[in-house]
């Protein structure tokens, strides 16, 4: 029979393809010669089968059980006994080494439920792999000292944590439990070559700056313009609340549900959108004073060096009426205790917006399952992907979720919708995944091969 595990050394005997599931018969054929007790050569004998259920990782879309006839030894010079070695097999999981592989790989990129599901065990299989990856990558990580280091905060499990990203070569570095000033300073001294770091991007959060001032002198630290230009947009939003408690109910709820023109730059506005904000301007001249304001501020930012961005906040500043100084009253006040971080953006050009890409990633990685705890959301985050799971490829036939670039185009049996002998074009391709190759050529139905590209 054909070998339909792919594996060295292993006969079928028996494949029964059921509507969810492949069940197949097998033993593996080498037998051992020395007795692993007492180190006898050539004094062994068989002395049984055990018949052993063991999970292997799907194919075709369906599970896969082994009922491995293992044999049982026994010893004649020490008289002990003991079974049949199987190196493709987990004994300790009783699943197949490539089918622990796969849970490792995908309990990083799936709920566990969905892997349990896949392969026909208990989520807490799952679970007791993960745990062991997660806690074997955990003592290998080593962070690296990035160029430029984005640091920022998110809420995570009801609490507040800290993150580090590298900007330039957009790689997250490490999510921390907490993101008080202590513990950013402790990772910031263990980061190996932190002489290395030149610039750290971050919010207005003076722990972060006074971690880096202690332990990373040569960095310049970077103020978000994001950060700060929502600081802009609060204050006009702080105008637009105030006039709006005048109103009346249906204005009001206009006032509300049309923001977004405000909050929207002109050129990206439509011109219906355009027509509808100017009118609304025209007939609330303060809240078109701060609507300019913001504008104008929002135009520093053009500023092509330091020394024009400065000059025009100044201006922009003395432009203020009274009452718009008591609105942008919290961005005045921080632009005057962040200056130098803030126009230090002029010099470097760095944001901290891949740092909050990372953030959304997180919290995607945290809302596809439930219970999870913050180690193995840090884990998804450090070793599963760099892509966010929207990013990522669903394999046709087994469902692993792989990277767009980790796939092999099935040789000798391209699926072909209208039934054509010859090489369709590429809209008519199934693309798989780099493991379910084996099971899609025409060398897989020989029964000449013995080995899988993976055992080998």
């Given at each position: 029979?054909?070998?339909?595990?792919?594996?060295?050394?292993?006969?079928?005997?028996?494949?029964?393809?059921?509507?969810?599931?492949?069940?197949?018969?097998?033993?593996?054929?080498?037998?051992?010669?020395?007795?692993?007790?007492?180190?006898?050569?050539?004094?062994?004998?068989?002395?049984?089968?055990?018949?052993?259920?063991?999970?292997?990782?799907?194919?075709?879309?369906?599970?896969?059980?082994?009922?491995?006839?293992?044999?049982?030894?026994?010893?004649?010079?020490?008289?002990?006994?003991?079974?049949?070695?199987?190196?493709?097999?987990?004994?300790?999981?009783?699943?197949?080494?490539?089918?622990?592989?796969?849970?490792?790989?995908?309990?990083?990129?799936?709920?566990?439920?969905?892997?349990?599901?896949?392969?026909?065990?208990?989520?807490?299989?799952?679970?007791?792999?993960?745990?062991?990856?997660?806690?074997?990558?955990?003592?290998?990580?080593?962070?690296?000292a990035p160029r430029v280091l984005g640091i920022d905060e998110l809420t995570l499990l009801g609490k507040r944590r800290g993150i580090f990203v590298d900007i330039e070569g957009k790689r997250p570095l490490d999510l921390l439990e907490d993101h008080s000033r202590p513990v950013v300073t402790q990772w910031l001294h263990r980061l190996p070559h932190r002489h290395r770091v030149q610039v750290v991007s971050i919010d207005m959060w003076r722990p972060y700056r006074?971690?880096?001032?202690?332990?990373?002198?040569?960095?310049?630290?970077?103020?978000?313009?994001?950060?700060?230009?929502?600081?802009?947009?609060?204050?006009?939003?702080?105008?637009?609340?105030?006039?709006?408690?005048?109103?009346?109910?249906?204005?009001?709820?206009?006032?509300?549900?049309?923001?977004?023109?405000?909050?929207?730059?002109?050129?990206?506005?439509?011109?219906?959108?355009?027509?509808?904000?100017?009118?609304?301007?025209?007939?609330?001249?303060?809240?078109?004073?701060?609507?300019?304001?913001?504008?104008?501020?929002?135009?520093?930012?053009?500023?092509?060096?330091?020394?024009?961005?400065?000059?025009?906040?100044?201006?922009?500043?003395?432009?203020?009426?009274?009452?718009?100084?008591?609105?942008?009253?919290?961005?005045?006040?921080?632009?005057?205790?962040?200056?130098?971080?803030?126009?230090?953006?002029?010099?470097?050009?760095?944001?901290?917006?891949?740092?909050?890409?990372?953030n959304g990633i997180v919290k995607i990685a945290n809302r596809t399952g439930r219970g999870y705890s913050f180690d193995v959301i840090r884990a998804r985050l450090l070793f599963g992907t760099r892509k966010p799971v929207d990013l990522l490829s669903q394999c046709p036939v087994c469902s692993r979720l792989h990277d767009p670039g980790d796939h092999i185009m099935p040789e000798g049996m391209l699926f072909i919708l209208d039934g054509m002998d010859e090489d369709?074009?590429?809209?008519?391709?199934?693309?798989?995944?780099?493991?379910?190759?084996?099971?899609?050529?025409?060398?897989?139905?020989?029964?000449?091969?013995?080995?899988?590209?993976?055992?080998?």
């Open positions: 029979m054909t070998n339909f595990l792919y594996l060295p050394g292993w006969e079928v005997t028996d494949v029964q393809d059921r509507a969810s599931e492949y069940r197949a018969t097998a033993a593996y054929t080498p037998e051992p010669d020395v007795c692993p007790k007492c180190g006898t050569l050539g004094e062994l004998y068989r002395h049984g089968v055990k018949v052993t259920d063991y999970r292997d990782a799907p194919v075709h879309g369906k599970q896969v059980l082994i009922e491995v006839r293992r044999r049982r030894y026994r010893c004649r010079a020490c008289g002990g006994t003991f079974l049949q070695g199987l190196p493709d097999m987990d004994d300790t999981h009783r699943m197949t080494a490539r089918c622990a592989e796969y849970v490792r790989q995908q309990s990083l990129l799936k709920p566990f439920t969905h892997v349990a599901n896949d392969l026909g065990i208990n989520e807490k299989t799952v679970r007791l792999i993960a745990r062991e990856h997660i806690a074997a990558m955990n003592a290998a990580h080593r962070p690296y006074d971690a880096a001032a202690d332990v990373l002198p040569q960095a310049v630290v970077v103020i978000d313009k994001f950060h700060v230009i929502r600081m802009a947009n609060d204050a006009m939003e702080t105008v637009r609340k105030s006039l709006q408690r005048s109103m009346q109910d249906k204005s009001r709820r206009a006032s509300k549900r049309n923001r977004y023109l405000l909050l929207r730059r002109p050129p990206k506005l439509r011109p219906d959108q355009a027509f509808a904000l100017d009118g609304w301007l025209k007939n609330a001249p303060d809240l078109a004073d701060a609507y300019e304001a913001k504008e104008n501020f929002f135009g520093i930012y053009d500023a092509t060096t330091r020394e024009d961005a400065e000059a025009a906040y100044a201006m922009w500043l003395e432009t203020l009426t009274p009452g718009l100084k008591v609105a942008f009253k919290p961005l005045i006040t921080s632009m005057t205790n962040w200056r130098k971080e803030i126009f230090a953006y002029f010099d470097h050009r760095v944001t901290n917006a891949y740092t909050e890409a990372v369709p074009p590429a809209p008519n391709l199934m693309v798989i995944c780099s493991e379910c190759n084996r099971f899609h050529t025409d060398r897989w139905f020989r029964s000449d091969h013995v080995s899988t590209p993976k055992s080998e």
